[in-house]
């Protein structure tokens, strides 16, 4: 099984903009699809940003149009998710995921593995 590994994530100003990375060990990303979760406390774990490898076409949650911008890596096994203009709502930490063939991207049954998370606190 593919080991996910989230980087990137920290504190940042309202209107501020970071980078998470997500990395595979284990294997690529060529044959799958990878998307970004996210759970603020007190919330369930919703969706961001995903894509599948292959077709290269990211498809994004609603809050994230716009602001992120999701795009892989100069390796297979790395994916990078671009965040602007942050807001306080967009305080939570943040999950990469892998699925093997996913019917719907933005659910999160469809993933099989999971990085550890990582914290993303946006103050205003």
């Known amino acids: 099984q593919v080991q996910l590994a989230e980087s990137g994530g920290g504190l940042v100003q309202a209107g501020g903009s970071l980078i998470l990375s997500c990395t595979a060990s284990?294997?690529?990303?060529?044959?799958?699809?990878v998307g970004w979760f996210r759970q603020a406390p007190g919330k369930d774990r919703e969706f961001v940003a995903a894509?599948?490898?292959?077709?290269?076409?990211?498809f994004y949650a609603e809050s994230a149009k716009g602001r992120f911008t999701l795009a892989r890596g100069n390796t297979k096994n790395t994916i990078h998710l671009q965040m602007l203009s942050l807001k306080p709502e967009d305080t939570a930490v943040y999950y990469c995921?892998?699925?093997?063939?996913?019917?719907?991207?933005?659910?999160?049954?469809?993933?099989?593995?999971w990085g550890q998370g990582i914290q993303v606190t946006v103050s205003s």
């Open positions: 995921a892998e699925a093997s063939a996913p019917t719907d991207l933005g659910a999160t049954g469809q993933y099989d593995s």
């Open positions: 284990g294997r690529t990303f060529s044959t799958s699809a």
């Open positions: 894509l599948r490898w292959s077709s290269d076409s990211p």
